[in-house]
């Protein structure tokens, strides 16, 4: 009655926000696992050893956290917290931007202050920045992809249960 929505409500909307979370996180790994697969190659590891599939399952968990951060700064810069139903130009905008800044700092950091491997001679490099042109394409291309089956998958929720919102 004073504006302020009943616990039951504050609950469930909070179970929503925690379950989009956690299958945006979810996407976000599956999704950029076969990414690091792939490139995997363009990496060297200290003493030259191999990047085995288990460290690129590790690299595509903290690629759903940086997705989570990206994801979090839409909805900070649109002021929506579903934002990412109908993004936009400005919501894509936001994407890329974002992407684009926390992978290369992230890159950047573990390559040049961090030293924790090394790109091979077949990785192409981003003139000026010395960042691999694969891990910046990463998180340019899949957080759009990634937020876009995050849509679908609350579209899905919200026809299964109309009173989820």
Not at 31 to 39: C, I, K, S
Not at 50 to 60: E, Y
Not at 72 to 84: N, S
Not at 116 to 134: D, E
């Amino acid at each position: 009655m004073n504006g302020v929505p009943e616990p039951s409500k504050r609950v469930r909307w909070s179970d929503v926000l925690n379950r989009r979370l956690i299958v945006l996180f979810g996407l976000a790994v599956v999704v950029n696992y076969p990414w690091e697969r792939a490139q995997s190659g363009l990496y060297i590891l200290p003493g030259g050893a191999d990047v085995g599939w288990w460290m690129c399952a590790v690299a595509s968990v903290a690629d759903g956290l940086v997705v989570l951060l990206i994801f979090q700064i839409g909805k900070l810069v649109i002021g929506q917290p579903d934002w990412y139903l109908r993004p936009g130009a400005r919501g894509y905008a936001v994407l890329l931007l974002s992407g684009a800044v926390v992978s290369a700092v992230i890159e950047w950091s573990t390559i040049h202050v961090g030293q924790w491997w090394t790109y091979s001679p077949r990785m192409p490099l981003v003139p000026g920045l010395n960042i691999g042109v694969a891990p910046l394409a990463q998180m340019l291309v899949l957080p759009p992809l990634i937020v876009t089956l995050l849509a679908w998958w609350h579209r899905k929720e919200r026809r299964r249960k109309p009173c989820d919102g």
